[in-house]
């Protein structure tokens, strides 16, 4: 077989990571059974370990095609684009779920919990207190993480370098705070519909700001060993892209859960 491609796509090489990728998120979810039913984690554990680990080494490879390899060709990059497009728009439907759980117990709530909301014996968050700071850190955060990729476009290694920490710290910062108010809270999950749609919704908003916080941090590692330049830096757009969702998504979350619905 001809080493010598004469066309622009990429076609992968034979690769153990779908494999262990499958085998680690089949373990996981069955650990995660068991530690509902059984209070073991052993099993849970390991499965998250394999996932992680899947999930470096499998990355890795990818930035080694896109970057020292030169695979990534035009073609390829529509191609990654679209996926991202897709993926975002699939994220979109997911959180319009917790919406309409949310506003179709909101809008007409039910006699089971009183015809009122929120709920009585519910005490709801003060909006303009941590939400509100979690708001204006966000939105600091889709300042700067554009900041850096517009200075990146411009071949501004320091500014770029400066804007992706920013976004990093202030990602981790609201992380903290949010994980804060989880623990202050005067209400649980258990607390009827409200406690329900209120920390899955927001539950969920903040894993994925842990992950955009993880994909954020990967591309500064990779800005600083030089993988980025202005005419090639699909990943950390794509991190740019997730981000923004990401803002979009709690500024709903904050008009809708937080300030409305209160």
Known sequence: MSTHANHPYHLVNQSPWPLTGALGAMTMLTGLIQWFHQYQTMLLMMGTLLTILTMIQWWRDITREGTFQGLHTYPVTLGLRWGMILFIVSEIMF?????????????????????????????????????????????????????????????????????????????????????????????????????????VATGFHGLHVIIGTTFLSVCLARHIKYHFSSNHHFGFEAAAWYWHFVDVVWLFLYISIYWWGS
Do not use: K, R
């Not at 039910?110 to 929120?118: A, N, Q, R, V």
């Not at 209400?187 to 209120?198: E, K, L, P, Q, V």
């Open 95 to 199: 959180f319009i779920s917790f919406f309409w759980a949310f506003f179709h117990s909101s809008l007409s709530p039910s006699m089971e919990i009183g015809s009122y909301w929120p709920p009585l014996g519910i005490s709801p968050f003060n909006p303009m207190q941590i939400p509100l700071l979690n708001t204006a850190i966000l939105l600091a955060s889709g300042i700067t993480v554009t900041w850096a990729h517009h200075s990146l476009m411009e071949n501004n290694y320091n500014q770029t370098a400066q804007g992706l920490s920013m976004t990093v710290i202030l990602g981790l910062y609201f992380t903290v705070l949010q994980a804060f108010e989880y623990m202050e809270a005067p209400f649980t999950i258990a607390d009827a519909i409200y406690g329900s749609t209120f920390f």
